[in-house]
């Protein structure tokens, strides 16, 4: 049976205006509020807000592929009771993300598997449904980044889509030092994040350490500088989830007749 003129026209304007979820619901609305003999705003308000719910629900996942996670990891996973060392209080008080509101930085700090990405992706996705722009990246990865884009002279594009992010997340510093260029070029970063836009940086070295990858102790204390001036510290010292999911393994392995 063909549409109605002035259907046709309705789904026409809905189209035009970017109203999906109105457009494939109203008429399951319209029928359901003349069941029940709803008034017109009560059917207006029900077909806007599933039209609102659906709109954020995108954008949220939206946010989510823009962040780049390598996986999504929730807090709900996460292993509190096998990682004593971590202030589980405070992880769950930055969930919130009054932090990025006030532009204040994350770092933790701790042995290799004691689950520092874990907490700094939940932390992302927590950000992300709240409406903020986020970037998930390792530090190796931004910095080969940085320098590619100074090569082809893309550098200016890449920093000013940084600087529109409200949090960057820097992942597993520490692993590789940087060249002078490099750590020069990560320094210029977290200068223009300074009190504009939040980071959480995840590393396996602690603070005095940390010129064997920036390789100067001058861009070394600038960087710290920076990074712990409204900082929250979450420190990871137990033993690596991993090596205990090995050990794991092999001893059942070693069971099995």
Not at 4 to 24: G, N, V
Not at 34 to 54: G, H, V, W
Request: aromatic share 8%; with cysteine; proline share 3%.
């Amino acid at each position: 049976m063909s549409k109605e003129p002035q259907t046709m026209l309705l789904e026409h304007h809905l189209k035009a205006l970017k109203l999906p979820t109105i457009l494939r619901e109203y008429a399951a609305v319209a029928a359901a509020c003349k069941q029940e003999r709803c008034d017109y705003a009560s059917f207006l308000f029900r077909l806007t807000e599933r039209e609102l719910i659906d709109r954020e629900r995108r954008a949220t996942e939206r946010r989510i592929r823009d962040a780049q996670f390598q996986v999504i990891k929730t807090l709900d996973a996460f292993q509190f009771a096998s990682q004593p060392s971590i202030n589980e209080a405070l992880v769950r008080e930055l969930l919130r993300g009054e932090y990025i509101r006030k532009k204040e930085n994350v770092l933790l700090v701790g042995n290799p598997g004691t689950g520092k990405t874990h907490l700094a992706i939940s932390l992302g996705f927590a950000a992300c449904s709240q409406g903020k722009r986020v970037r998930f990246i390792s530090a190796t990865g931004l910095v080969t980044q940085l320098l590619e884009a100074q090569d082809t002279r893309s550098l200016q594009r890449i920093t000013r889509a940084l600087q529109r992010l409200d949090l960057l997340i820097l992942d597993e510093l520490g692993y590789v030092p940087f060249s002078k260029t490099g750590a020069e070029l990560l320094f210029d970063v977290v200068s223009h994040a300074y009190e504009r836009t939040s980071i959480i940086v995840t590393t396996n070295m602690p603070f005095e350490n940390w010129t064997e990858i920036m390789g100067s102790q001058r861009l070394t204390g600038a960087l710290l500088d920076r990074l712990t001036h409204r900082v929250h510290i979450l420190e990871a010292n137990g033993e690596s989830f991993r090596f205990r999911d090995a050990q794991k393994r092999i001893k059942k392995r070693l069971s099995t007749p």
